[in-house]
């Protein structure tokens, strides 16, 4: 059964999980947010790419409106909960300004494979150590680490729509799989730059 949902496209993909913040500044928006904080409703955010509202979202929470200004614009925080398929758009619809979608949610597989988190596991601590990242990997979710791994807005977006945690975090490997060794590439290209003009000690060859 569908349901209906306030939508505020932008060009982004938020997960489920993830907090965004927003700065809220067009009138439509403004009396999205405003509706929305005030009935405690939520809002969808689908993704707005090469010129067009995407089929696949994020059903969005409110969590606090974090500063307002004499214009009305905002600061707002939310977070991601989970994603939707976009079933109608209603670009104009009376008494508001913003549009309304017509959504089914999309349910989720959490099947995962422990051997698939593991070699994930190894394979960001591989990549964050290339790129001198510090950070503790606590979780190898695909929707907490997906915006780390440098994908494209539309690779992100082909995630989205992947309703098995394990196939998405098959797809996060294969992309590791081609990020790192270019990485490493580029690592040593860096260094051979970085070595031209200097006196090179070569190794006495015997022949």
């Known amino acids: 059964m569908s349901i209906r949902l306030p939508l505020f496209p932008l060009s982004i993909v938020s997960f489920p999980g993830e907090p965004v913040n927003l700065h809220i500044f067009e009138p439509r928006y403004k009396q999205l947010i405003n509706e929305c904080w005030a009935e405690q409703k939520t809002f969808g955010l689908p993704p707005f790419i090469d010129n067009r509202v995407m089929d696949y979202g994020t059903e969005m929470k409110i969590l606090e409106i974090s500063k307002r200004y004499p214009d009305g614009e905002m600061d707002i925080k939310t977070l991601g909960l989970r994603t939707f398929k976009l079933v109608n758009f209603h670009k104009t619809v009376?008494?508001?300004?913003?549009?309304?979608?017509?959504?089914?949610?999309?349910?989720?597989?959490?099947?995962?494979?422990?051997?698939?988190?593991?070699?994930?596991?190894?394979?960001?601590?591989?990549?964050?150590?290339?790129?001198?990242?510090?950070?503790?990997?606590?979780?190898?979710?695909?929707?907490?680490?997906?915006?780390?791994?440098?994908?494209?807005?539309?690779?992100?977006?082909?995630?989205?729509?992947?309703?098995?945690?394990?196939?998405?975090?098959?797809?996060?490997?294969?992309?590791?799989?081609?990020?790192?060794?270019?990485?490493?590439?580029?690592?040593?290209?860096?260094?051979?730059?970085?070595?031209?003009?200097?006196?090179?000690?070569?190794?006495?060859?015997?022949?």
Request: charged share 30%.
């Open 94 to 207: 009376p008494d508001k300004l913003y549009s309304i979608g017509e959504v089914v949610f999309h349910k989720d597989e959490e099947n995962i494979d422990p051997n698939i988190q593991k070699e994930l596991k190894i394979k960001m601590t591989k990549l964050f150590g290339h790129l001198g990242i510090k950070k503790e990997l606590k979780d190898v979710q695909s929707f907490a680490i997906a915006h780390y791994i440098g994908l494209s807005l539309i690779e992100q977006y082909n995630l989205l729509t992947i309703s098995s945690e394990q196939d998405r975090q098959v797809l996060i490997l294969r992309h590791l799989e081609k990020i790192i060794p270019v990485i490493i590439r580029a690592q040593k290209i860096r260094e051979q730059i970085k070595m031209n003009g200097h006196f090179k000690n070569f190794p006495k060859l015997d022949f």
